[in-house]
């Protein structure tokens, strides 16, 4: 997890303490988001997914953002942008992310020492064109959802 210097004490922190929001997966969720993703058969036993929001370097959500996973997980998908109602938008595979910037990488290898796993996102920027959104490395363990949150290139990640 990176922090920066403006995040300390935000949020009606004190001085020196970060103020972080954990994320929570149901075990409904655990089961149904793959296979309304389109993995009929869910997460197989042994196996570990990847999900997170796409951030651009303000910290704002991506939307159209193309995320991707090495190595590369069995099944990707993004979301509808409905926070109160969210679940897996079988049309976005050609589109990326939505307003919400969300995506998961379903069913990856994992074993139970920490499987290592690239994640990275692209976007296509006006004028620019293909730009890098960034990049992390995490690590994936047997039934287990890691959350990876890309918000924007990081000074350590250009040359």
Not at 105 to 129: D, H, K, R, T, Y
Request: hydrophobic share 45%.
């Amino acid at each position: 997890i990176w922090f920066f210097d403006d995040e300390i004490g935000a949020d009606g922190g004190i001085a020196d303490h970060v103020y972080y929001k954990s994320r929570v997966l149901s075990v409904d969720d655990w089961r149904n988001i793959p296979v309304a993703a389109g993995d009929t058969s869910g997460i197989a036993s042994g196996y570990a997914a990847v999900a997170g929001e796409v951030h651009d370097c303000n910290d704002v959500r991506m939307s159209f953002a193309m995320a991707g996973t090495f190595p590369e997980a069995n099944t990707l998908a993004y979301f509808n942008g409905v926070e109160e109602h969210l679940y897996p938008d079988l049309m976005r595979t050609n589109y990326g992310t939505n307003i919400d910037g969300l995506y998961a990488a379903i069913e990856m290898e994992a074993s139970a020492a920490g499987s290592p796993v690239f994640v990275s996102a692209l976007a296509q920027v006006a004028g620019v064109g293909v730009v890098s959104l960034g990049w992390q490395k995490a690590f994936v363990y047997p039934e287990t959802l890691t959350s990876v949150s890309l918000r924007g290139t990081r000074p350590d990640q250009v040359d």
